[in-house]
C-alpha cells in the first residue's frame, strides 16, 4: 500500500472503533429508530443534488441501503440501548466477516479455505463466553443486547453480499453508492420511531436535540458512513482483499480502548476470554491474507539490488 493508503485504512479503524462510543451519546437523548434516520436523512440529502445515481439497478443500491442501514445499525442501536456495551458491541460485530463467509459459501459459489472454519468454530467458542457473561446489574451487558447485536452483525453480513453482487454487475464508484442506498433507510427508520415512541415524543427529542446529540449525528453520517465506508470500498477496489481485511481486526482494540477511556467500561473475566477468542478465530480466519501482507511487508522493505 502507498503511505495515503495506509493512513486511509488506520483512518477507517480510529473512526469505526470509536463509532460505538458515539453511537452511545447519541442514544442519550434520541430513541435508536430516530438516531438512525437522522443518520442515514445526514449521509444522504445534503448531497443527492449533486451527487449522480451509481450505475447500478435500484435494487442493489435500495437492497444496500435496507439491509446495511435499517437492519445492521437498527438492530444495532437497537442492542446498545437495551444494555450492550460499547466494548463488547465492538468485538461481536466483528462477526459479520463469519456470517459473510457462511452466506457467500452456498449463495456466491465461493470457496472457503480450512483456516477459515478453523476460525469460525474458535470464534464461535468466544461468542458463547461473552455471552454466558451476561447480567442486569448496571454496566452490564444484557442478553437481549448480545442477540440483537449479533442480529446486527449479521445483517452487515447481508449488505457485504450484496455489495459482491453489484461489483459483479458493474464496476461503481464507492460515494455515489453509499450517498444514495443511504437514502432507502431514512423513512422506515422515522416510521418506525413513530410507531414505537409516538409521534409526540419524537418531536419532543427532535426539539431537544443539544449540541452533543447533533455531534453524534454528523460523525456517524459524514464520517462513519460517508467516509469510513467510501474509503473502505475504494481500498477494497484498488488492493487485494488479502491485504485489506486484516486491518479490521483492530476495530475491536481501538473499540475496547474507547469503552475503557469514554464510559468507564471494563470486561468482565469471561468476556475477556471471549473476546481473546473472538479475535484468535478472526486472526485463523485470516492466516493467509496476513501472512501475503506481512511478506509484502517484508519485501517492499528489502533493499533491491541494482
Not at 502507498?2 to 442519550?28: E, R, T
Amino acid at each position: 500500500m502507498s503511505p495515503g493508503d495506509l493512513l486511509g485504512a488506520l483512518a477507517v479503524v480510529v473512526i469505526w472503533g470509536l463509532n460505538f462510543v458515539v453511537m452511545k451519546v447519541g442514544l442519550q437523548g434520541l430513541g435508536p429508530m430516530l438516531l438512525g434516520a437522522l443518520r442515514f436523512a445526514a449521509a444522504a440529502l445534503p448531497f443527492l443534488l449533486f451527487v449522480p445515481f451509481p450505475r447500478l439497478p435500484w435494487r442493489y443500491v435500495a437492497g444496500y441501503g435496507l439491509a446495511q442501514g435499517l437492519g445492521q445499525f437498527g438492530f444495532l442501536f437497537l442492542g446498545l440501548q437495551m444494555g450492550m456495551t460499547v466494548g463488547m458491541a465492538s468485538v461481536v460485530m466483528q462477526t459479520q466477516a463469519f456470517f459473510t463467509l457462511l452466506l457467500a459459501v452456498p449463495l456466491l459459489g465461493e470457496r472457503a479455505r480450512p483456516s477459515q472454519w478453523w476460525g469460525l468454530a474458535v470464534a464461535l467458542t468466544g461468542l458463547l463466553m461473552i455471552a454466558s457473561a451476561s447480567g442486569e446489574g448496571a454496566g452490564q451487558m444484557t442478553l437481549a443486547g448480545f442477540l440483537l447485536t449479533l442480529s446486527a452483525s449479521f445483517m452487515w453480513a447481508v449488505s457485504n453480499l450484496i455489495a459482491r453482487l453489484a461489483s459483479r454487475v458493474a464496476d461503481y464508484k464507492p460515494f455515489p453508492f453509499i450517498v444514495w442506498s443511504s437514502l432507502f433507510p431514512v423513512v422506515p427508520f422515522l416510521a418506525l420511531a413513530v410507531w414505537t415512541d409516538g409521534p409526540s415524543t419524537v418531536w419532543r427529542q427532535l426539539t431537544g436535540m443539544d449540541g452533543r446529540a447533533w455531534l453524534a449525528v454528523l460523525f456517524l453520517a459524514w464520517l462513519a458512513t460517508l467516509l469510513a465506508y467510501s474509503l473502505w470500498t475504494r481500498l477494497l477496489k484498488r488492493h487485494p482483499a488479502g491485504r485489506v481485511t486484516p486491518f479490521s481486526l483492530l476495530v475491536p482494540v481501538v473499540g475496547l480502548w474507547a469503552a475503557w477511556m469514554f464510559s468507564g467500561e471494563l470486561p468482565q473475566r469471561w468476556q475477556w476470554a471471549g473476546t481473546a477468542a473472538v479475535l484468535l478465530g478472526l486472526v485463523i480466519n485470516q492466516a493467509g491474507p496476513l501472512r501475503a501482507l506481512l511478506k509484502d511487508m517484508v519485501e517492499r522493505r528489502r533493499p533491491r539490488a541494482d
